[in-house]
T-cell receptor
Framework: AQSVTQLGSHVSVSEGALVLLRCNYS??????LFWYVQYPNQGLQLLLK??????LVKGINGFEAEFKKSETSFHLTKPSAHMSDAAEYFC??????????FGTGTSLTVIP | SQTIHQWPATLVQPVGSPLSLECTVE??????LYWYRQAAGRGLQLLFY??????ISSEVPQNLSASRPQDRQFILSSKKLLLSDSGFYLC?????????????FGAGSRLTVL
């Protein structure tokens, strides 16, 4: 089975600062990778996905992520944090069996 | 367009009582359907998934069960709830074709077992 590791269960950044949320996956075959965002008491919304096209993936709300096969990483970044970015972020991987595996999530706090 | 509905949104149940959470998808056919649980401060745990009517796969042994009586309906049930069943339950679907390989989630059902 796949596994996804998100380093840092809580990340705090100042408004306007760079956001970096880390995600590493375990797979011998490049999988499909995703980042989702969850606001309090809501379901998960797709931010972006990597499906073996360009390694730098742009998503909604100014987020992007870079697939690095050599590092088995898919870190999420945003150049300038907004207050509205405060939420829980989940990295996920889909294996060849159509199963999705999620990381434990990173809670992002934006400090005004 | 495709939409996913989950209900009830909030549920408070006593220990030992039954449970039924329902999920329906509109605007697609033969979706893969999933039930996840999110406990407080923890990630998502896959409970069940289904690739078709009557086809249910369980990922975690527990006192919960799932059924798919219709193509776009997925039900999560329990005969007797435990305190540990409290959590945020999320239904999701994955289709084929356009938007493939993307899980789309419902708004969730928050269950509190007292």
């Amino acid at each position: 089975a796949q596994s996804v590791t998100q380093l840092g269960s809580h990340v705090s950044v100042s408004e306007g600062a760079l956001v970096l949320l880390r995600c590493n996956y375990s797979s011998s075959v490049p999988p499909y990778l995703f980042w989702y965002v969850q606001y309090p008491n809501q379901g998960l919304q797709l931010l972006l996905k990597y499906t073996s096209a360009a390694t730098l993936v742009k998503g909604i709300n100014g987020f992007e992520a870079e697939f690095k096969k050599s590092e088995t990483s898919f870190h999420l970044t945003k150049p300038s944090a907004h207050m509205s970015d405060a939420a829980e972020y989940f990295c996920a991987v889909e294996d060849t069996g159509n199963q999705f595996y999620f990381g434990t999530g990173t809670s992002l706090t934006v400090i005004p | 367009s495709q939409t996913i509905h989950q209900w009830p949104a909030t549920l408070v149940q006593p220990v030992g009582s039954p449970l039924s959470l329902e999920c329906t998808v509109e605007g697609t056919s033969n979706p893969n359907l999933y039930w996840y649980r999110q406990a407080a401060g923890r990630g998502l745990q896959l409970l069940f998934y289904s690739v078709g009517i009557g086809q249910i796969s369980s990922e975690v042994p527990q006192n919960l069960s799932a059924s798919r009586p219709q193509d776009r309906q997925f039900i999560l049930s329990s005969k007797k709830l435990l305190l540990s069943d409290s959590g945020f339950y999320l239904c999701a679907w994955r289709g084929l074709g356009t938007g493939a390989n993307v899980l789309t989630f419902g708004a969730g059902s928050r269950l509190t077992v007292l």
